[in-house]
């Protein structure tokens, strides 16, 4: 078992950047594949990226073409801690960000066992 929590989150002026991270109050993130999501109001919820386990060897994943090229994935083994850095946002990049752990990457938010409470990205002039 382990118990997300994600932060990071906060306003940014369009063009500007954040790091979100995920880290885990309870077990070790090292053995889970780690996925970003967001949900903006309205809207589904959208994956982003995936990392997998270090015990795997698929690589991390970007899903969203929306956010290739600005949005970089990677871990810290040493501090339990993935990490989602955002570049060059956007106003539609404005949404809840959520981490959550799976056995492996998948597509499928439902393969996703373990969910943080989420950080609010607000990007706004």
């Known amino acids: 078992q382990v118990q997300l929590v994600e932060s990071g989150g906060g306003l940014v002026q369009p063009g500007g950047s954040l790091r979100l991270s995920c880290g885990a109050s309870?077990?070790?993130?090292?053995?889970?594949?780690i996925g970003w999501f967001r949900q903006a109001p309205g809207k589904e919820r959208e994956q982003i990226s995936c990392?997998?386990?270090?015990?795997?060897?698929?690589?991390?994943?970007l899903y969203a073409d929306s956010v290739k090229g600005r949005f970089t994935i990677s871990r810290d083994n040493a501090k339990n801690t993935v990490y989602l850095q955002m570049n060059s946002l956007k106003p539609e990049d404005t949404a809840v960000y959520y981490c959550a752990s799976a056995s492996g990457c998948s597509r499928d938010g439902n393969a996703y066992d373990y969910w943080g409470q989420g950080t609010q990205v607000t990007v706004s002039s």
């Open positions: 309870v077990g070790s993130l090292n053995y889970y594949a």
């Open positions: 990392i997998s386990s270090i015990s795997r060897r698929d690589g991390p994943i």
